[in-house]
């Protein structure tokens, strides 16, 4: 029991990513406060959205000053649940089982057969940041990163996202790639 309690604390988020940059080192003072589109401002959960991105951007070299920021920098998020691809499609799923029962005057045996499926849920969630310098109004730093998987806390993956992301700033790998973020016990 321990050891697949071991086993069950630790999670390999895999995430999609692809950056784009215009910045050949980290700059001198690399401040910033965040930029919300109008829609943003609307959003009750940007607030909270920016507070899962906040660490990401710390890791990488960032840090918040908003009285006298360098760059502007505006996260998103997007979330879909889906089918799981591993989900029957037929939607029936198969089972066995046998009893046996004894009463005053019954006696019985049974088996079990197909019954319906409950659908298995996927969730595919996608984050983004732009890194805008203020003095130009020029985007020097773009990164997208995404993810399918079963995990429904928000609350956990997100912010492994936003460290995907930011993986590499500000001179990251051209092209898609791979990055993977270990989560749960042990992780950082």
Excluded at 107 to 134: A, D, M, N
């Amino acid at each position: 029991m321990a050891l697949l309690s071991g086993c069950a604390s630790t999670y390999l988020l895999d995430n999609q990513v692809q950056s784009f940059s215009q910045l050949a080192a980290l700059p001198a003072q690399p401040t910033y406060r965040f930029e919300r589109s109008l829609s943003q401002q609307q959003d009750p959960n940007q607030l909270a959205l920016e507070a899962l991105a906040d660490p990401a951007l710390h890791k990488a070299g960032l840090r918040r000053d908003d009285g006298a920021p360098r760059y502007s920098v505006q996260v998103g998020a997007r979330t879909e649940r889906t089918l799981s691809p591993y989900a029957d499609p037929w939607g029936w799923g198969w089972g066995g089982g046998w009893g046996v029962g004894y009463g005053a005057r019954h006696f019985g045996v049974g088996l079990g057969g197909p019954w319906p499926s409950t659908e298995t849920y996927w969730v595919h969630r996608e984050v983004s940041v732009i890194v805008r310098e203020l003095a130009s109004n020029r985007v020097v730093y773009e990164t997208h990163a995404s993810n399918d998987g079963p995990w429904l806390d928000h609350q956990a993956v997100l912010p492994a996202m936003f460290e995907a992301a930011m993986q590499g700033f500000p001179t990251p790998p051209p092209g898609p790639r791979r990055v993977d973020i270990q989560m749960g016990q042990g992780s950082s």
